[in-house]
């Protein structure tokens, strides 16, 4: 199993100390991400203009004088304990937070999504209880969500081998996911700050999200590790989707009229 930061985003005054720390850790980031092949690109929400390399992006917002910053999936895991040490500093709002826990299982279970609804719905009978769905794939895998899409704790679940498109890597997984918004967010880096081992912390966060259920999803917290053979993804490989991904198709059309060798002499360069 493996569990991680997985999205960080936050905004801070601009002018400010923290404001040029983060400017400064985005744009080294952005660096990592464009050497891995990534293309920025600009992006604007909610009043924040920016750009946005892979998992990465960095916006302004000029009448409300706010830098905002957003890290996700690899780069979170990565800079994790920063993030969480930032989060928690004064003036510094948190948007939203996500934590997962992938747990591969010995054995394909398919029913892991609909069998965690139905607990959800066996202790609402009575009280007040996050609202829970479950989506039946078809085949295609199953969700659950806890909680509504504009409420500051969402719960998710699904086959992540599936969700994947049947990377062996996420052969017999199952992802759990918690998206903390607003106060929860801040109040869950507080906690990922105070503990010295990041992962431990984590899987303490996403376990007591379970336990109401009766569900445990990782057995022992402490005992947080990936499978053997795992392990992310290398700018090399990321490189590598980047190639097969967005220069792939324009390839495979030239090469039709041309040649692979064409191809070939054209990426060796002179």
């Known amino acids: 199993m493996e569990v991680g930061l997985d999205w960080w985003q936050a905004s801070v005054p601009g002018g400010t100390i923290t404001a040029e720390e983060i400017e400064h850790f985005a744009n080294e980031l952005r660096a990592q ?12 929400v ?7 390399v892979g998992a990465v992006a960095l916006l302004r917002h000029d009448q409300k004088n706010r830098v905002m910053l957003k890290v996700s999936s690899d780069l979170c895991y990565a800079h994790q304990m920063y993030l969480a040490s930032i989060g928690v500093e004064q003036g510094v709002s948190v948007t939203r937070v996500d934590v ?26 009575g009280r007040q209880q996050p ?13 659950t969500y806890i909680g509504a899409p504009a409420s500051d704790k969402r719960i998710r679940i699904y086959d992540k081998y ?9 052969r017999w997984a199952w992802r759990y996911e918690v998206q903390y918004r607003s106060t929860y967010a801040k109040e869950v880096l507080k906690r990922i700050a105070d503990k010295l081992e990041v992962d431990e912390a984590i899987a303490g966060i996403i376990n007591s999200e379970f336990a109401p259920y009766g569900h445990m999803v990782i057995p022992d917290a402490k005992v947080v590790q990936k499978p053997a053979g795992m392990r992310r993804d290398s700018d090399i490989n990321r490189r590598m989707a980047w190639l097969k ?7 495979r059309e030239v090469a039709y009229q041309y040649g692979w060798d064409t191809i070939l002499e054209l990426l060796k360069g002179d």
Do not use: C
């Open 33 to 44: 991400e464009e050497q891995a092949g990534f293309i920025a690109k600009s992006l604007s």
């Open 46 to 52: 909610h009043g924040y203009f920016g750009w946005s």
């Open 100 to 125: 997962q826990a992938t747990v591969w299982y010995t054995m394909y279970i398919p029913g892991v999504a609909e069998e965690l609804a139905n607990r959800v719905e066996a202790v609402r009978q």
């Open 131 to 143: 609202r829970v769905t479950w989506i039946n794939g078809k085949g295609a895998g199953d969700t």
């Open 162 to 170: 599936k969700e994947s498109g049947g990377d062996d890597d996420y």
């Open 245 to 251: 991904n967005q220069v792939g198709p324009a390839a």
